[in-house]
């Protein structure tokens, strides 16, 4: 399969490794087409492996990943075009996370919207499931480094597309996939993640996840 991935830092880089790693043709995107951290990637990637514009990697992929930060999220797809968005699985695995008064950060959108809610009303044509976002990107690529029973989350408005990104998440390695409903549930998917580096700072570790027992 053809999949874009947007963003070149670690979340995107990580996510992207894996991709290529179970076959995937991968192509990075960034604000720039000379981007090196884009253009580095590719060329450890091998031949699965291109770098391009925001624009070059939506266009390209069948599938897409957003892994941009979230106060850049809206700005980038906005660069990567509607046009190629349009019908697409859209992944965000971005936070609307504000550093802005030090750590632990709080969210630039919070409890009446969220990011994922944004990024779907921006682009109302692609088909926007949020996952992945609640946990650090090596356990997002290998749930196996978490020892016993725990959970990936999504949320979107489409059946079809949540069902894709369930096979994708089953690749990965994902036993236990909690759909958490339509998009607005990505208000509660981004607001674990105040939790979530609470938990890091206390265990000084990013290597955990969370589960919902039943």
Known sequence: M??????TGLV???????LVALGHEVRMGARSATNEKAAGWARSAGGRGSAGTFADAAAFGEILFNCCNGAGTLSALDAAGDANLRGKILIDVSNPLDFSRGMPPTLLIANTDSLGEQVQRTHPDAKVVKALNTMNCNVMVNPGLVKGEHDVFIS???????????ELLRSF????VVDAGDISAARGQEALLILWARLFGAM???????HVAR
């Open 2 to 7: 053809k999949i874009g991935v947007l963003g």
């Open 12 to 18: 995107g880089n990580t996510i992207a490794t894996k």
């Open 156 to 166: 979107g408005n489409d059946p079809e597309a949540k069902a894709r990104v369930v």
């Open 173 to 176: 390695g994902w036993k236990n």
């Open 204 to 210: 000084q570790t990013p290597t955990f996840n969370f």
